[in-house]
């Protein structure tokens, strides 16, 4: 089974943290930062999806949203 990513909302100095199940990956500041994260945990980055919310949880934004500037407004 594959690990259950979660990509946090964008700090307010940018960047996201993330974490697949109860391992810190890091933070990342874009696309290219997960795919990397997302290989070493041993996911081949070539067959994730970063749309596929059974893999990764977005939280405070999709992958476009990399800094507090990009973030969709509350509410």
Partial sequence: MA???VVHPPSPTGGRRVH???TV???T?????LLEFL???GLDPDDVGLDDASL???RG???GVWSPDDAPPAG
């Fill in 3 to 5: 690990a259950r990513v």
């Fill in 20 to 22: 697949a199940d109860a």
């Fill in 25 to 27: 990956l890091g933070v």
């Fill in 29 to 33: 500041y874009g696309v290219n930062d």
């Fill in 39 to 41: 290989r070493r945990a």
């Fill in 56 to 58: 990764i949880e977005w």
């Fill in 61 to 63: 934004g999709g992958p």
